[in-house]
């Protein structure tokens, strides 16, 4: 009798990248601590290059998510497991950096997501998550494998409604479905399939560099300086004292009793510091300037 070999059936995600093993690391649990700590950092760093590959996607994507939240839209991060952890940080950081409320993320599985892992939280997507999504936003889905389902029916859902949509993937050929695709190729994990090593590491920069262009752009920064920063504790007055002081040009103590006067908002003490105003008049000078300071300065 002859016996027919049954083909091996591979499942889809098989075929993925970041799925894939490195060569040569067969070894790699009987190495000495010292050389896996050298090897994780150099592939750590590897990321760098793949995401500067991407630059005119994320570009683009900053571009068009600036004019959306220009227009009163807001930014929103989709994700599950690392990637979601991920989106989520970025919109918590958004909001003490620059002032502002338009940036926020969200997970599958939700809050408990973020300390313990919910099993099969990933697999599907729940519009009540996006229940406020409207058409003047945009979402970014950010999904290493480029078909977790959470993510897919996020980005689904909001472009029924008329949102702009990204979609942030490290394989190529990727299931998602978005208006913009940010492909950053990281390739196979130091330990295969553990995607919150080098292609998390991608993610949290595309994420960074994202926000922060937007928020530049919108005018929440002048030079260097974050002049929208929340003044909530004492590192940051700090660091508000000085912006004021380094950037209007006087000494310590007129830039502590200028943003006294602003209420602890550097944007506003500079303003005022600058143009010879008062407090009040500062701030609706920036209001018409539509919060940026250097046209408030033309005013």
Do not use: W
């Not at 000495?32 to 290059?49: D, M, Q, S």
């Not at 007129?254 to 143009?275: F, N, P, S, Y």
Request: net charge negative; with cysteine.
């Amino acid at each position: 009798m002859v016996r027919l070999r049954t083909p091996t059936v591979r499942h889809t995600l098989d075929a993925l990248s970041t799925e894939a093993a490195r060569p040569g690391l067969d070894d790699l649990d009987t190495r000495p601590i010292g050389e896996l700590v050298a090897l994780l950092v150099r592939a750590e760093g590897e990321a760098h290059g793949a995401v500067e590959a991407a630059v005119p996607q994320i570009a683009a994507a900053a571009e068009l998510i600036t004019a959306r939240l220009a227009n009163g839209g807001r930014l929103i991060y989709a994700g599950a497991g690392t990637p979601g952890r991920l989106g989520v940080l970025d919109a918590a950081e958004c909001g003490p950096t620059f002032g502002t409320n338009l940036v926020r993320g969200v997970i599958a599985g939700g809050p408990t997501a973020l300390t313990d892992a919910i099993e099969g939280a990933e697999d599907h997507f729940d519009p009540v998550d996006l229940a406020d999504l409207t058409a003047a936003d945009a979402l970014v889905g950010i999904t290493a494998s480029g078909r977790t389902p959470y993510v897919l029916g996020a980005l689904e859902y909001a472009r029924s409604l008329g949102a702009l949509t990204v979609a942030v993937v490290n394989n190529p050929g990727a299931e998602a479905a978005a208006d913009l695709m940010i492909e950053v190729l990281t390739g196979p994990e130091v330990l295969a399939g553990s995607t919150r090593l080098t292609a998390g590491t991608a993610q949290k920069v595309v994420l960074n560099a994202l926000s922060t262009s937007v928020m530049i752009a919108l005018g929440k920064a002048y030079g260097p300086r974050m002049v929208d920063v929340r003044v909530t504790n004492e590192k940051v007055r700090r660091r508000a004292v000085r912006m004021v002081r380094d950037t209007a040009g006087v000494d310590e103590g007129i830039a502590a009793a200028a943003l006294d006067a602003a209420g602890g908002h550097a944007k506003t003490a500079i303003v005022a510091l600058l143009a010879g105003v008062d407090a009040a008049e500062a701030a609706s000078r920036l209001d018409r300037a539509g919060g940026r300071l250097r046209e408030a300065l033309r005013d």
